[in-house]
């Protein structure tokens, strides 16, 4: 019904910035909240940001408050994650998610996940 691919990932020095972008296609228009979530081997999978359709209210992890940045084109189906001041603990594989629920920290909120992109920051 959904689907949702980012590109944007790589290598970066600590510092640095990337953006993340997400293309969403079929019934987006049942996606009410989309969101940005990250994952380490052996960790859970972690909210990072997200942002809601109607009046474009954003969320932010306490870790990433003031360096990324979540916006969306509605007319163009894109999601974006500019990530500025970027660490190493930043390193993760960024996913890409869509809910049709209002609820936006909540893994279990989402029902549409992208296939994820790499992202690796060295110090």
């Known amino acids: 019904q959904v689907q949702l691919v980012e590109s944007g990932g790589g290598s970066v020095q600590a510092g640095g910035s990337l953006r993340l972008s997400c293309a969403a296609s079929?019934?987006?228009?049942?996606?009410?909240?989309m969101g940005w979530f990250r994952q380490t081997p052996g960790k859970e999978r972690e909210f990072v940001a997200a942002?809601?359709?109607?009046?474009?209210?954003?969320y932010y992890a306490d870790s990433v408050k003031g360096r990324f940045t979540i916006s969306r084109d509605n007319a163009e189906n894109m999601v974006y994650l500019q990530m500025n001041s970027l660490k190493p603990e930043d390193t993760a594989v960024y996913y890409c998610?869509?809910?049709?629920?209002?609820?936006?920290?909540?893994?279990?909120?989402?029902?549409?996940w992208g296939q994820g992109t790499q992202v690796t920051v060295s110090s």
């Open positions: 942002i809601h359709r109607s009046v474009s209210s954003t």
């Open positions: 998610a869509g809910a049709r629920s209002y609820l936006y920290s909540r893994r279990d909120a989402y029902d549409y």
């Open positions: 079929g019934r987006t228009f049942i996606m009410y909240t």
